[in-house]
């Protein structure tokens, strides 16, 4: 850390203590040449998620829009918003683990298809026929036979 009163490169930190409920640590600091102190505050780096669409473009991840899809494929099912607020929960968590700051986007709706499909057939297979862009009964048979064949 440069001291900015005279520019020395080394310090020595007097005290430390959490600042801003939490989110940031202060710290008084000491400059070994000068001996002036001055404070420093340490926050964490938000590194935001980005979603890199099937036609290439990028787009900063939006927690709103994954729930809204979850709530359509979910419309008029015996599930509850803190249901589906919590599976937006476990995916965000997911994605963050798997990727620093980029995730493809069929990665993410993968993720979601498997959620349902744990929690409501029906929901899965509504959310599975836009995501994959069913165009006909035949495709959406298909994947119904496959949850019928697992069962």
Do not use: W
């Not at 930190?13 to 989110?23: C, E, I, K, L, Y």
């Not at 099937?54 to 599930?79: M, T």
């Not at 009964?137 to 036979?145: D, Q, S, T």
């Amino acid at each position: 850390m440069k001291c900015p009163f005279c520019g020395h490169e080394e310090d020595k930190v007097v005290d430390s203590r959490s600042a801003q409920d939490g989110r940031a640590v202060r710290r008084r600091r000491e400059c070994l040449k000068c001996k002036e102190r001055y404070t420093t505050y340490e926050y964490i780096e938000e590194v935001t998620l980005t979603v890199i669409k099937s036609d290439g473009r990028r787009e900063p991840f939006d927690r709103q829009k994954l729930l809204l899809g979850i709530k359509l494929a979910c419309n008029k099912r015996p599930i509850s918003l803190k249901k589906m607020e919590s599976l937006v929960d476990e995916i965000e968590e997911e994605i963050t683990k798997l990727s620093r700051s980029e995730i493809p986007s069929p990665k993410i709706g993968e993720l979601v298809m498997e959620k349902l499909k744990n929690i409501d057939e029906v929901a899965y297979v509504r959310f599975a026929s836009v995501y994959r862009k069913f165009q006909d009964k035949a495709e959406f048979l298909a994947e119904l036979k496959k949850l019928l064949e697992k069962e």
